[in-house]
């Protein structure tokens, strides 16, 4: 064995002059390669007649009856996208020293069925994202009704691709007709708790495309920090207490198109959450009498507690404020929260109190929560956009427009509550058994994965409006140093759940292709941990 | 406030028009500053009276009294190491742009004491880290024995060096008089379960240093895999099964060496730990017959179980190794390891069972380990160096040198294994309560801040005998995507109760200045990860 230990920089010759040793590793990497299809697709069919493909000479094209060509701009940053993932980011140098294989597969054909392909338009809930795979000899297909199913198709493209003993890459003939389950698969973000750097964020996104989610539901703003920057309202983020700095820690209107552009690029909704009446301490210092006084006796304490429902200034600020967030975010919809409202301060409150006894209330502050919730929709669906709510606002009796998605989070009687919004006829999504931001030793994945979103009991008609769910990393304790770590691959159990047939349940399975898949997401620079011992053929290059 | 956002990258034009904004931001910063030592020195006396540092004039010099000089290669990387923490990473341009000011504290002078000032040396576990640091205009001086102290003393030296209001660095006129409560702080890193790059071996000593950690308790190989490239017996790396990739996944004898000379210009020792007789599944492959071959029945099953302790090629290859191993690793200590030896093998084994009637064992199978480990134990021993054993060796009544260091790890019945291990005359380190792969939701930091290592009942003479502890970060979960956060800082808490006095006990204090310490390694490119809610002035640049 000192031939190898001296020839190491070599590799050619030390293969040569111990075949063997080459052949085992490479052999126990190839095996796992061809399984790793992450989330699983929902029809497949796979021979093991293998093509090659050489960065020499494959290449990703538009089909030539496809409604999209050239000129869609999201299309051609895919394409250019995955083919750096399948082929590594070749250096000029390097692509030359690689040997020059003929491809058998000479072309991936995209081929965009609809008259309009939606390469300028942004997805939405009813999107299609199904799409058709065929990999034959010349040319393999992709067939989808729009850009955003022909997203979906070439990830999968991607993760079908393989090398071989001698490093040459290898795609298998194989049959794919692939859909989601649900419409909504969603990853929450915080960035109040902590701020998270735009690299961060759009590194997260690029995760996410991976695992074919689709929906951002962007936390922006909470107690601890306003890190927005309102073109209406500056002083949201700039004042003391607004955001933790107004410079180094805010997103400019610049970095909210960059994080806009960034997900639709990847098929992936941005919904921000502008929650109120509560989580709210971090917006009173820029809008004057925006937060109740709270009373210590009969003075002000000096603190402060939701919204002040009782003044119209409230209701004024959010109509402009939200006609800037309906202009700002182009989804149909925004998150308004409604969670976790604290009624302290407002029973403290003498002005509050006489409100109070004026409506008819008496002493349930939850109808004061609603009269406030109830005005703020009417206000927000007058900008023509539909909302999502936290289950509170639900379970209050608030009056919900019928697009009205209610989140349900609260872990204790999640099947009730789900029985109780669809029996109303609303739409829901679920993340109650979701919350990664709490971590236990061990493969906590299994048991996000084991959930099943529609075991509540029941009608046909009530499990339709569950139309899907979203992992939540809050941020109490992630920041850029952990958070991407922390959420992949566990949210990956999350993404298979909600995009493949209820049937996929097998955690072995899961298992086998989950470890491929996290090596995958490390080669392409995301930090994703690991779910055991082991290692990937390229471990991660950062910190 | 239009004037903020128009003019967010001028950064003075809007301290002038907001001037009250620039100072509630900075302001909130400097307090939390200045009382971020980390951890806390023995005896400190700071005054108000504060003194300006400049980069273009502060300079970090050796003492006219000193033994050391510019020929003292560790101080000199040091004096720039530190030059760098102290006044960033500047690049000509910035430099020059900066605006220049006089120092008023124009130089740290270094005085090592000892007439060798051991600059080519090793640290031990006899070194003295005692330092002396006295701020005072125009000069700050720095005395310690040897560079050892002198190493400790530039890290809190650079701890006390904050920015004021307007950006300028400025040290408070201060006393330092500083020694460590335990002699061996360690860090435990398995880098057999994942592989772990250089890269993030060598992160990992740049933060212990901040933290004043001083052994490297390098468990470098075990059942998943064998990294460590031997010189003698390359097979054991090299062979299918041996280290998880022959070429990307191997430490080389060069790497080995870039972390003991990294570690030395830290003044850390570096400990290799090589386990057997159990946790060698991955040595098997490498040495024909190491392993005892495991019985279904009558007849070889295929699989194999601990060292093989009946044959004298067992011993042969052992005395081999460990010469190899004496030599390369330079610290007076070997770890032996000896822990979770499972006998089920050794029973189903014929020849076992022959031999262990021969000695007369009977069936205690302990008493064979026994066997096994002893003669290990006189191998090493005549390789001069001294050794490390986990505490089922003391545990098991193996005889061991007077020098033996008996690392307690088990969580069960602590106390009352440091009160025996002691009484026997031991010297012990503890580990037990810090074994940070587990993790939970929360500020589990606090836990480990919370051990007391002397709270067990015995004499004056047995507490001597604990000469420190260790965080053991053991690698199933961990690899280079997630291993640095999730140290960090929670050892950090391990490094204050292992350096401070004993009476340094308040966590709310501990708290605010935890939080200022993590954001210094960040700042210093440490991804640590957060506490609780909040920011660092400058977050990880990192992903």
Aim: hydrophobic content about 40%; charged content about 25%; overall charge negative.
């Amino acid at each position: 064995m000192y031939c190898l230990l001296k020839l190491a920089p070599l590799f050619l010759a030390v293969a040569v002059c111990n075949g063997w040793l080459f052949g085992d590793f490479v052999g126990k990497q190839k095996e796992q390669d061809e399984i790793s299809l992450w989330p699983l697709p929902q029809k497949f069919q796979s021979s093991a007649v293998a093509f090659k493909l050489s960065p020499a000479s494959f290449q990703i094209v538009h089909a030539k009856q496809s409604s999209a060509g050239p000129s869609c701009g999201l299309l051609e940053n895919a394409f250019r996208r995955y083919f750096e993932y399948i082929f590594g980011d070749l250096k000029k140098s390097e692509k030359s020293r690689k040997k020059v294989y003929d491809s058998d597969l000479v072309e991936l054909q995209v081929w965009v069925t609809s008259a309009d392909p939606e390469c300028d338009g942004f997805p939405s809930l009813q999107t299609d994202e199904s799409y058709e795979l065929s990999i034959d000899e010349p040319s393999a297909v992709l067939k989808a009704a729009n850009v955003w199913g022909a997203l979906r198709g070439l990830e999968t493209f991607s993760q079908l691709v393989y090398e071989d003993y001698y490093g040459v890459n290898k795609i298998n003939k194989t049959d794919i007709s692939d859909f989601p389950r649900f419409a909504h698969r969603g990853i929450l973000l915080d960035s109040s708790r902590h701020f998270l750097p735009l690299k961060v964020i759009l590194a997260n996104l690029e995760a996410m495309a991976m695992n074919k989610f689709n929906v951002f539901h962007w936390h922006i703003v909470d107690d601890q920090s306003f890190p927005y920057m309102s073109r209406t309202f500056p002083e949201l983020s700039q004042k003391r207490k607004g955001a933790y700095h107004p410079f180094t820690h805010v997103y400019t209107p610049s970095d909210v198109k960059m994080v806009i552009e960034f997900a639709r690029m990847r098929g992936i909704r941005v919904i921000p959450e502008f929650d109120t009446p509560g989580h709210t301490e971090s917006w009173g210092n820029g809008i004057k009498d925006l937060l109740t006084p709270c009373y210590s006796g009969s003075s002000p304490s000096g603190t402060f507690g939701p919204v002040n429902p009782i003044l119209n200034s409230s209701y004024d600020f959010m109509t402009q404020f939200f006609k800037e967030i309906s202009t700002v975010f182009p989804d149909a919809y925004i998150h308004l929260g409604g969670d976790e409202v604290d009624f302290r301060c407002w029973e403290s409150n003498p002005d509050i109190q006489k409100f109070m006894a004026q409506q008819g209330f008496g002493t349930d502050y939850s109808k004061l929560e609603s009269f406030y919730i109830q005005r703020l929709l009417d206000i927000v669906a007058a900008t023509k956009k539909g909302y999502m709510v936290w289950q509170e606002v639900f379970d209050n009796g608030v009056k919900l427009k019928d697009d009205t998605v209610v989140e349900v989070w609260m872990g204790n009687k999640m099947e009730e509550e789900l029985q109780n919004v669809t029996r109303a006829g609303f739409t829901t999504i679920l993340s109650a058994p979701w919350y990664l931001d709490y971590i236990s030793y061990g493969q906590d994945w299994q048991h996000y994965y084991k959930v099943e979103p529609l075991s509540f009991p029941g009608t046909d008609a009530q499990k339709k409006l569950v139309i899907g769910g979203e992992a939540c990393l809050w941020g109490e304790y992630v920041d850029a140093t952990n958070l991407t770590p922390r959420l992949w691959p566990r949210a990956s159990a999350v993404a298979e759940r909600l995009w493949s047939d209820k049937s996929v349940t097998d955690v072995g399975n899961a298992y086998n292709r989950l470890v491929q898949h996290r090596c995958r997401m490390v080669k392409r620079g995301i930090p994703a941990e690991p779910l055991f011992v082991g290692h990937c053929r390229q471990e991660y290059k950062g910190l």
